[in-house]
């Protein structure tokens, strides 16, 4: 039987998530600026992790962070498939495997709720730079809260490596794939596959999520002590 604390968790991070998506606005300054925002984020965290990508062990887990959980892309249909199939998964997939997937929905909540706060600081701002980010990051000045949504980036990869470590919930997951498309949940089926994949190809994450920890704490630890350009060691003045 499962955890039905597992089963509530996934569902109030799904919930959260749509909540946070139907607050975007469909045209104006703060959609405009949301966009920008995440765009920038993108494109630094590509920069950030270029040398992890470029290795053939940790270009999918990469793609994966940047794509599904970290960098705003709308994953809002995807979510609205997972709200439909939460009843289903609940019999069908692991505790682990639900209580990784509640943890990556929190971490996009958690991303995209941070977002919006700093849409709200950068609205005016066209053209954004690290300059900018910075100043934006002091101004709402959630340092705790950030130094959580990193230790959660952690926290997430390791649950993942621990679940690629068994081979049947993967080949669970890829049996899933023509029900889930018969379904039309074909893209929840695909978040989980790519996941599950991505973290299976590096063969221990280890390095790759210790890298990543270093890099955003070292960032966001310039970032209080008023660091203007707080990437610069991995970036130089971009992107």
């Known amino acids: 039987m499962k ?4 089963v509530r968790h996934l569902q109030a991070q799904i919930d959260r998530n749509l909540a946070l998506a139907a607050r975007i606005p469909e045209h104006g300054p ?3 600026s949301l966009e920008r925002l995440q765009r920038w984020q993108r494109a630094r965290l ?4 270029a040398d992890l990508a470029a290795e053939d062990r940790y270009r999918a887990a990469c793609d994966f962070f940047l794509d599904e959980l970290y960098g705003g892309r709308d994953v809002h249909a995807r979510d609205r498939q997972l709200r439909r199939v939460v009843p289903v998964m609940r019999r069908f997939l692991p505790d682990h495997l639900l209580h990784a997937t509640g943890e990556a929905m929190r971490l996009q909540a958690v991303s995209l709720a941070f977002d919006f706060e700093l849409a709200e600081i950068l609205v005016d701002v066209k ?8 100043r934006a990051y002091r101004i709402h000045g959630a340092w705790r809260a950030r130094g959580e949504q990193i ?12 679940t690629v470590q068994r081979p049947t919930v993967r080949r669970l997951v890829r049996i899933m794939r023509r029900p889930a ?3 039309g949940v074909g893209l929840l089926q695909k978040f989980l596959q790519r996941g599950l994949d991505a973290f299976a190809r590096m063969n221990g ?12 704490s070292a960032a966001l630890e310039a970032m209080t002590r008023g660091a203007d350009w707080p990437f610069e060691a991995w970036i130089g003045r971009g992107p």
């Open 151 to 162: 230790e959660l980036i952690r926290q997430l990869g390791e649950l993942l490596d621990q």
């Open 30 to 32: 703060l959609r405009d």
């Open 181 to 183: 498309e018969l379904g």
């Open 3 to 6: 955890d039905s604390a597992t």
């Open 46 to 49: 590509a920069a950030t992790y």
């Open 205 to 216: 994450a280890d390095h790759f999520l210790a890298t990543i920890n270093e890099r955003e």
């Open 127 to 134: 053209f954004i730079t690290q300059p900018d980010y910075a």
